[in-house]
């Protein structure tokens, strides 16, 4: 006999009051586990930086921005 089956036997054996509580306990531990396997995806700024400090200002970067646009014509 699996583990599974034994506790449902058990729970067969239970007062409807005590089997409400089973069922409510047994959801939270559902919940607990779900939410421990679905943890929170990388944030942008994690995986490739927040971008800062490349320019040291907003001019470095507009001049930068135009070199590369010359290039292209």
Known sequence: MSQL????????????SELVKLIKQTAEILEQKQSAESKPTTSYAARFGSGQGAFQTAAEADDFLRSERDKWE
């Open 5 to 16: 089956e034994i506790i449902i036997n058990q729970a067969k054996a239970l007062p409807p």
